[in-house]
């Protein structure tokens, strides 16, 4: 039987494999986990609802960004959201 990294029900099959320092909680890499949380991410907005906008601005907008959002005590992506909802006079309340 193959051993695969992400199979969480043969862990006992990694109990020989001799790690140096500190051990791991999660049997998986970092890269692996990173990956797995990613998509748990992207599959939770998408059952809300929510889709990705990706902006590339000048450092200028982003550091003013950043600051209204502190002054606001709200995320810079909840800040860009209530911009654009003000400019296209769209509801805020989402489902």
Do not use: C, H
Request: a positive charge.
């Amino acid at each position: 039987m193959a051993i695969e990294k992400t199979d969480r029900t043969t862990l006992d099959m990694f109990a020989t494999e001799k790690r140096r320092g500190r051990p791991r909680t999660n049997p998986l890499s970092r890269e692996e986990q990173l990956r797995i949380n990613k998509r748990n991410q992207i599959q939770r907005d998408r059952s809300k609802g929510l889709k990705r906008i990706e902006l590339k601005v000048s450092e200028a907008l982003y550091n003013a960004l950043n600051d209204q959002a502190l002054d606001s005590n709200i995320s810079r992506s909840q800040l860009i959201e209530s911009i654009l909802l003000a400019q296209f006079d769209l509801d805020s309340d989402r489902p």
